[in-house]
């Protein structure tokens, strides 16, 4: 039993080392803002530089949960296990949303790394790039290899 033990422990380590297990929300919003103040193409489209989109820690808390339920049950899906939207896990952190868009990534070493591959995939890239987001929140499972990054505009006061 030890042994098992010691061997899942040194597994998980690795998988961490090899992943990377943390992300910077500064360097993260910096990525995302520098790729939206250009324009560019994603897939044929060309796309006007967006405006500058600000950290959410609702949207973030959201992402997090999604990136751990796929790391924890083993799969990679805009769906949660328990066959939830984005738009309903944002709802249960308590976000009110009138648009809101998603992005997932699955084993990037790096912020930089995991925002080059959405602007690489034409889908994503007008997720990134989409005028009307105004706030993202992003996250890394624990194990450090899935990425979700939720985008989205609050409805307005009234």
């Known amino acids: 039993m ?18 990377g297990q943390s992300l910077d929300k500064d360097v993260m919003l910096l990525e995302i803002n520098k790729a939206r103040s250009m324009k560019c193409k994603c897939g044929n489209e060309t796309q006007k530089a967006a405006p500058a989109v600000v950290w959410d820690d609702k949207l973030t808390e959201a992402a997090q949960k999604h990136a751990n339920d796929m790391s924890s049950k083993g799969f990679f899906s ?19 949303w009138q648009l809101v868009g998603e992005n997932i990534a699955d084993g990037y070493m790096s912020e930089a790394h995991v925002i080059e591959g959405w602007m690489n995939s034409p889908g994503h890239c007008k997720n990134m790039m989409n005028p009307g ?13 899935y990425w ?3 985008f989205a505009t609050p409805l307005q006061a009234k």
Request: aromatic share 8%; hydrophobic share 45%.
């Open 2 to 19: 030890k042994k098992k033990m010691i061997l899942v422990i040194a597994f998980v380590a690795a998988t961490a080392a090899l992943y």
């Open 78 to 96: 805009h769906k949660g296990s328990d066959k939830s939207s984005v738009d309903e896990r944002i709802e249960r952190e308590g976000f009110e």
């Open 133 to 145: 987001f105004s706030h993202v929140g992003v996250a890394v499972s624990s194990d450090g290899r």
């Open 148 to 150: 979700v990054q939720v």
